[in-house]
Every structure is written in structure tokens, then in C-alpha cells.
């Protein structure tokens, strides 16, 4: 069974630094690409990048280019989410998400990370 | 803005059949035959429920489909059940963006 577990809430400060991360479990995590999803509270669905594990190849939405980090470490099949400055703006839920092959688009959903920034 | 356009809600009683559209352009839903649907409730995570317009995943319920006309594709509810009520957002490829997928802004299903 595919699973995407990813790592817990998290209460940080404006300026603060953050890293979450998402395992992969039950398939082969290096060929399969991870993007990372943003939801503002009240909101929509929001493409932030996505990377290929097999050799770390991302891409960025323009709207967050510059703004966080995506990487992958093929030895533990996890995907991370990474903020050096927080804001308070960044307050949302973060949800990782398989690509199924081709053009298909999201296959499956991590159970999301609610990230709160807050003074 | 989404660049594709879903009506903010619809609603229908237990039983009847109820229809999402999903309009983009040419240079998304209207070029290409890989539109997904998402379902959300509340405090969850979004599921898959329809891929390439109109293929169900295992376990999803055959009372959901999906098809396309032009530049917009359609997501269809029958036989309505309290447990339908819940987020709905559509998803395609696209040529104009990176990553090369965006999202419908979301529309909100109420079972009366």
C-alpha cells in the first residue's frame, strides 16, 4: 500500500526556520515525482514545486521560487519542505503528493502538516 | 486566481444527481484528456476520485464519473448521499505552467 506519512504540526515565530518532511512507504520512492501542496485556511489548493528523489531534479511555482526549499534523501525515502524566515503568512496546511506516471497528475495524498506561524 | 473555474457551490437532496463543471482553456482541460478530481472534507486530506476525465480508482464508488466537452469537464454525483457533502477540486494538465498541473478553486457540495 502507498503511504505518504508526513511529520507533525508545528507552532513557530515570525523569522523562525522550518523543515517538514514526508516518507514514502510501499512503492519506489526514487521514480515516482513528490510536489508539495499549500492550503491557507479557508482556501484552495496551491502548487508550490515538485522533485524527482531519483536525482533531485525540482521545479518551482513561480509564487514560491525563492521562497522554500524542496529536497529528497533517497537512503530514507523522505521529502522535505524547508523555510528559512518564517511568516505569518505561511500559516496553512501542507500536504505531500505522488505523481502517477505520465500526465496524470496527484495519486496520492500525505495526511498534511499544519504549519502555524505566530508572534 | 485558479486558473480553472468551478462553481463556489451547488447543492441537491439525498437521491438526486448533481453536476461540477471545471472550465480552462485551450491550453489545458480543452488539450488534454488528464483532468483529476479531489475530494475534501473537512479536516482531511483530499481524495482521488476521478483521473484522466473520467477513470475511477479502486474503491471509489461507481456513483461518481466524469467527461469533458471542449474546454470544460464535468464531475457527476448520482444517487446523493449525506456522505458526498464535501469540497470538490478539480485538476489538469497544463502546458503554461510548472508544475505542469494547476487546480479549479474549489467547489463546496451541500446534501440538503
Known amino acids: 500500500e502507498v503511504q505518504l506519512v508526513q511529520s507533525g504540526a508545528e507552532v513557530k515565530k515570525p523569522g523562525e526556520s522550518l523543515k517538514i518532511s514526508c516518507k514514502g512507504s510501499?512503492?519506489?520512492?526514487?521514480?515516482?515525482?513528490i510536489g508539495w501542496v499549500r492550503q491557507m485556511p479557508g482556501k484552495g489548493l496551491e502548487w508550490m514545486g515538485i522533485?524527482?528523489?531519483?536525482?533531485?531534479?525540482?521545479r518551482y511555482s513561480l509564487s514560491f521560487q525563492g521562497q522554500v526549499t524542496i529536497s529528497a534523501d533517497r537512503s530514507t525515502s523522505a521529502a522535505y519542505l524547508q523555510w528559512n524566515s518564517l511568516k505569518a503568512s505561511d500559516t496553512a496546511m501542507y500536504y505531500c503528493?505522488?505523481?502517477?506516471?505520465?500526465?496524470?497528475?496527484?495519486?496520492?495524498w500525505g495526511q498534511g502538516t499544519l504549519v502555524t506561524v505566530s508572534s | 486566481q485558479s486558473a480553472l473555474t468551478q462553481p463556489a457551490s451547488v447543492s441537491g437532496s439525498p437521491g438526486q444527481s448533481i453536476t461540477i463543471s471545471c472550465t480552462g482553456t485551450s491550453s489545458d482541460v480543452g488539450d488534454y484528456n488528464y483532468v483529476s478530481w479531489y475530494q475534501q472534507h473537512p479536516g482531511k486530506a483530499p481524495r482521488l476520485m476521478i483521473y484522466d476525465v473520467s477513470n475511477r480508482p479502486s474503491g471509489v464508488s461507481n456513483r461518481f464519473s466524469g467527461s469533458k466537452s471542449g474546454n470544460t469537464a464535468s464531475l457527476t454525483i448520482s444517487g446523493l448521499q449525506a456522505e458526498d457533502e464535501a469540497d470538490y477540486y478539480c485538476k489538469s494538465y497544463t502546458s503554461r505552467s510548472t508544475p505542469s498541473w494547476v487546480f479549479g478553486g474549489g467547489t463546496k457540495l451541500t446534501v440538503l
Open positions: 522533485i524527482y528523489p531519483g536525482d533531485s531534479d525540482t
Open positions: 503528493v505522488r505523481l502517477a506516471g505520465g500526465y496524470s497528475g496527484v495519486d496520492h
Open positions: 510501499g512503492y519506489s520512492f526514487t521514480t515516482y515525482w
